[in-house]
């Protein structure tokens, strides 16, 4: 089955919660409201015509400062040997997506890591938490505004721009600093 042929069969049976298809993309996508992903990846799952068995990969975006978030998920069927894309938009502040992992079972780390990186949450999932970094780390180190802490623990956080140093800089630094 083609993309377009996959976004008209979303079309027709969830209307105006499917926001806009991108059939120029590399990887054509289908633009689903927030608060139907969850029915509409069930749906793409379960349908015998559709069946899609794998979620490839589920990833965060940030468009810039002042801009909203967004949540891909590129999908493929095995035994029909289709995929599609379908992305969600998600405010910058107070973002929330209901979960997929449900559905497909790899889901669950997927959106911890979203949830990590991005501050993305996912409503109804079974284990919510950090999975990269620290649970007591500050902010969401992918979003393009994130400010780096400049220490975690009285250990200096490197950063790009940072010249290399030795742990021996390091702790000179440190034992400078009040």
């Known amino acids: 089955m083609t993309a377009e042929e996959i976004y008209q069969r979303l079309q027709e049976r969830f209307g105006d919660q499917i926001l806009g298809f991108n059939a120029k993309a590399v990887d054509p996508s289908v633009r689903v409201a927030a608060a139907a992903i969850h029915e509409v990846a069930e749906y793409l799952r379960h349908d015998p015509q559709l069946q ?10 940030d468009y810039g400062p002042g801009k909203h978030l967004e949540v891909v ?4 069927s095995m035994s029909r040997r289709h995929k599609i894309v379908l992305k969600v938009e998600v405010p910058r502040q ?9 559905i497909w079972r790899t889901a669950e780390w997927h959106e911890r890591e979203v949830y990590d990186l991005f501050g993305i949450r996912f409503a109804h ?3 919510l938490r950090r999975i990269l970094l620290p649970d007591d780390w500050e902010g969401h180190p992918l979003l393009k505004d994130y400010q780096v802490q400049e220490f975690y623990h009285g250990v200096r956080v490197p950063y790009v721009g940072d010249p290399p140093q030795t742990g021996l800089e390091v702790y000179r630094t440190q034992e400078q600093e009040p």
């Open 52 to 61: 899609f068995d794998l979620l490839m990969c589920l990833s965060g975006v």
């Open 73 to 76: 998920y590129h999908l493929f």
């Open 125 to 127: 999932h079974p284990d």
């Open 94 to 102: 107070g973002g929330e997506v209901p979960t997929v992992c449900d």
